[in-house]
């Protein structure tokens, strides 16, 4: 159970938020939504030293604060008495009235990340701690990192590569606030990654195949559950997504060994660090945009040894027909340029199977160029 332990800072000109530490030595912080509906508030206000207001935990008869939970961690939402007043510091010096009772809702629990003691993983109550589309973010960063085990198994094919690609690629844009396509994410797409966790399923190659697709899977339902999340539930669905997304990915590490599986390790931890850090230094809300570059490097400590490596095939060269074929292609901003190049590879070798097919001696690529980067296609 968690219990509030008293009513840390407060927001002094217009009770915009405030913070509230529980009997665990957890600190949140809630912000100001709305009116409530409620009648009893969780907080109040009574004079202080010098005749200022402060805020104090509402109790029960037997002296309990109102504001607990049976479960790990204090509501996601709570009520506040709130006043119109001006003042600093913890105390309000000068107010013109009450404005009743608001609902606030739960944005962060303040967290100092300590490397003592940590799982191969970040657990569901350390997601937790980050805002909604910040979950999103870390489930898609976690399965982009082993999509390239996909091609581990033999039997892969391109419509298997197309839907983990999709089904991360739809996170990754939902947690950079696009909208979330569910009928296209949520619901071909799921379906075909989630096929591919069956089909793959087995040991060796299979097995990390099949990981990095359960990652992909799950972080597509984190970014489909973000979409439509309530205020009052959505958070800990989407992280107990983001952390099965994490434990996916680290899973399909561990199939190439223990040094694999240490570097997923510290690079996925190293992640969570990064964006705990930046949603309690810049307050991040549930709708604050993160968008994949924000992460760096894929591996921020190397990549492991003999992790696969895209497959770019070299390119023969042949006599000069004097024929040219333009092929342009537009790639999303959250494409990673490693799967840009690899995807547009697979492009020409389909095109040029296809000439040969027709009776023709096949394509060669004569020139390479990056044009204007656009959101969306645009005519000429």
Known sequence: MSIAKHVGSVEPSSLAWLEIEDT????????????SSVTSPHVDWRLGA???????????????????????????TISVNTISGLGAGHGIASYAGWEGINEYEQELAIYKPSTESRNEVPQPEDVNKLPRRACVAFAARCARRVQLLLDEWQEVTEKHRYAIWMAIAHAESTAFGRPFDTQAAGGA???????????????????????????????????????????????SVVAHYATGASISAWNAATTLGAAAAQSASAAIWSNYDALLKAAQEQQWTNKTQVPPSFFGPMWPNGEPKD????????IRHARDSG??????????????????????????????????????????????????????????
Do not use: C
């Not at 992790?307 to 070299?314: D, E, N, T, Y």
């Not at 095109?351 to 005519?379: C, F, I, M, T």
């Open 24 to 35: 665990d030595g957890k600190v949140y912080r809630y912000v100001r939504r709305g009116p």
């Open 50 to 76: 010098g005749g200022a207001l402060v805020a104090v935990l509402v109790r029960d008869q037997a002296g309990v604060p109102l504001l607990r939970r049976d479960d790990r961690g204090l509501p996601s």
């Open 189 to 235: 797409i799921a379906d075909q990654a989630r096929a591919v966790v069956a089909v793959a399923a087995g040991a060796g190659p299979k097995a990390a195949a099949a990981s990095a697709a359960e990652a992909a899977a799950t972080a597509n339902a984190a970014a489909e559950e973000e979409a439509g999340a309530s205020h009052a539930i959505g958070m």
């Open 307 to 314: 992790w696969p490596k895209p497959s770019i095939p070299q």
């Open 323 to 380: 024929e040219r074929l333009a092929v342009q292609a537009y790639v999303s901003e959250f494409t990673p340029e490693d799967e840009a190049v690899s995807g547009l590879v697979r492009l020409y070798r389909a095109l040029s199977n296809y000439h040969k097919a027709r009776g023709g001696a096949g394509l060669v690529l004569d020139d390479w160029q990056v044009l204007v980067p656009a959101d969306e296609p645009v005519e000429a």
